[in-house]
């Protein structure tokens, strides 16, 4: 069996990203105008993956959680929150151009200080380049007007902090949680959606006594790992790396990198960051609110500290859908099909599709069994139903799209009231009656 660690790195990159076109997890953004440069358009299977992530990560962190709470914020927020972050300042990268073809690189990027596009080795000296995207509010375009696509989420959280206070009465340790859009205005996107100037985070900020943050520190990481572990992620393939003094952002006291092999190799994935109080007491200073947290006990007031997990979306779906890729010999193959089989292994609450019905021909008396099925299962589950092609190439889309169970609709079943069903990883067949399917598919399914 040939895994897809045996699948060249090079490969491997490409075959996820003709594979996310081909079957519609992602699309080059603008597509058909030429695209829009590291622009990344999800497509059908691509939403549901990625709202499975979303979903899955908001009941567990905030819904499972009596002491996390969720907010929605604006995306634009008033340019002096940006002031007070220190983003306005420092939220910068190094930036040189080559003076041979004149690519625009990062200098941290930069190996042997060579040109990764002409292997010129000769730079304008470095500047630092701020990330923050500008757009404008209102009929004119004066600076009064500049305001910023947020960099992070984060900062949504801070500035609710009192609104949280006042209208929740938490108490410590408690955690704002926030999913949205973030935009940077990054010198080198690139790697499909690995590094983009558009994506998605998912962040809490986890309010804590200042002598407690290393304790939730260690259970924040604790959470991460397992978060990981469900996500379906090789340990091997990750590195806890302890960002050292002087490399860590402008606001953090310690900083662990989630950090994953890519094919391209190893970069960050999430992150983990001992914020401090560095967040409110700017926050604080700049709005002149008083965002103190009071202890209902001792009656001491204090800005609490902030332990900050934060996870991206789109980085998720890459790696999920990079462990997930398998490449096997194939049972058997039709003329015109490739030898070998490729079935993405999702853990099953991932995969976009759970179920595929699939009727063995588009004759009516099979179809008025079949659509009942489909009719039934997808109030529970995501299900497709296709009546397309011979079964063995709709079994080969089903893999390749990993749905975990397909259930065939034959002629036998009018008389049996029986149904094939299918398990995409072992590529058994069992007969099971039609009634007992919502329930063996949930037990299947483990949801
Ligand atoms: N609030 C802290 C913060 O924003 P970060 O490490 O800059 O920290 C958090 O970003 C996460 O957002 C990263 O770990 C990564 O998963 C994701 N991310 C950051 N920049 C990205 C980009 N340009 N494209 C896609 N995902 C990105």
Redesign the pocket.
Known sequence: MKKNSTVANTDLMQNITSLAKRRGFIFAGSDIYGGLANSWDYGPLGVELKNNIKQEWWRRFVQQRADVVGIDAALLMNPKVWEASGHLASFTDPLVECKTCHARLREDQLIDRTCLNCKGKDFTPTRQFNMMLKTYLGPSEESANTVYFRP?T?QAMFVNFKNILDTNRPKLPFGIAQQGKAF?N?IT?GNF????RE?E?M?IEYFVKEREWEKYFEHWLGEMKQWLKDLGVSEKKLHYVDIPDGERAHYSKRTVDIEYEYPFGQK????L?YRGDFDLKNHMQASGQDLRYTDTETQEKFLPHVI?P???V??SVLVAMLEAYHEEDAPTAEEGESAKRVVMKFPAWLAPVKVAILPLSKKEELSKVAKPIFETLSKQFVCEYDETQSIGKRYRRQDEIGTPLCITVDFETLQDNAVTIRDRDTMKQERILVKDLAGEATKRLHV
């Open positions: 992070e984060a940077r990054e996107p959606v690995f590094r983009m994506f985070q962040e960050e994935l999430y992150g960051a900050e934060t996870w991206g789109d980085r």
